[in-house]
């Protein structure tokens, strides 16, 4: 999750957008790019996801998922379950409930403050977690491009239920009241559907160098 930053100037980059878009794609390629320390921020909604499901609790349960995120279980990042279709979804339920976001909270802003800075991606980081983010970018790419995306990491899911499944998530994860995925007004746009892996990322590189041209204090 995290790289030593090297570079002699500090940027924090916010990468946001739907599931499966490829902001984590993009966001671990900027971090590299920059010498920049990485967060994936769906990794801890996943662990609080997981933590419930392991107790067998409900994740709309929100006392419940709320201790397990006040309680957070760092090893379950590393767990291979923490992938799995149950738990996006189990995410996607827990992080829907305010007092779990606030449990997070601090530990997100805690990484974006970081001397010389730092990528992290998500739902709200450029909106929540990190507004005052030198670069914005919200990576996006339509259902059908997304589903083919996953479905081709686990070519044994079929590929309707994979559609079916992040939809689902975009629904929930755009029509909650706490910290809705949205574009940040200052985040720049970036459409994946038509580009390949290497063209969004090499995109993504030209936008984020743009953007510390019209602000050399960055450098
Ligand atoms: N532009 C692209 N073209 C083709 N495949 C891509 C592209 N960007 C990412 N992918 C692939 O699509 C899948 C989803 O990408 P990634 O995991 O980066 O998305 P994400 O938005 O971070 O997902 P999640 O919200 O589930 O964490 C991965 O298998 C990745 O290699
Ligand atoms: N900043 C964030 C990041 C994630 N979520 C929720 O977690 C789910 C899983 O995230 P992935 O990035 O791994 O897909 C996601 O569907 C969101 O519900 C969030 O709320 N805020």
């Known amino acids: 999750m995290t790289a030593p930053n090297a570079n002699r100037f500090d940027i ?3 990468v946001d957008g739907p599931a499966a878009s490829g902001k984590g794609t993009i966001a671990r390629a900027l971090a590299a790019h920059f010498g920049l320390p990485h967060m994936d921020t769906g990794s801890l909604y996943r662990a609080v996801g997981l933590a419930v499901l392991r107790a ?4 709309a349960d929100a006392p419940l998922a709320a201790g397990c995120a006040r309680a957070l279980d760092l090893s379950l990042l590393d767990d291979p379950a923490l992938r799995e279709s149950a738990t996006a979804r189990a995410a996607s339920v827990v992080s ?3 007092d779990v976001r606030a449990a997070l909270l601090d530990r997100q802003r805690a990484f974006a403050r970081q ?3 730092a990528v992290l991606d998500g739902r709200d980081i450029g909106t929540v977690i990190a507004p005052d983010a030198d670069i914005k970018i919200f990576v996006t790419a ?3 491009v997304r589903a083919r995306r996953r479905q081709a990491e686990t070519p044994e899911r079929d590929l309707a239920l994979v559609r079916a499944n992040l939809a689902e998530r975009d629904a929930r994860d755009s029509g ?3 910290a809705p995925l949205r574009q940040a007004e200052d985040a720049i746009l970036l459409d994946t559907s038509e580009m390949d892996r290497e063209t969004a990322i090499a995109r993504a590189f030209a936008l984020a160098e743009a953007r510390l041209a019209e ?3 960055l450098r």
Not at 56 to 59: F, L, T, V, Y
């Open 215 to 217: 602000n050399p204090a």
């Open 142 to 144: 339509n259902l059908d």
């Open 96 to 98: 829907a409930h305010p």
């Open 12 to 14: 924090v980059i916010a």
């Open 115 to 117: 001397p010389g800075g």
């Open 56 to 59: 067998g609790g409900d994740p």
């Open 176 to 178: 909650r009241d706490a």
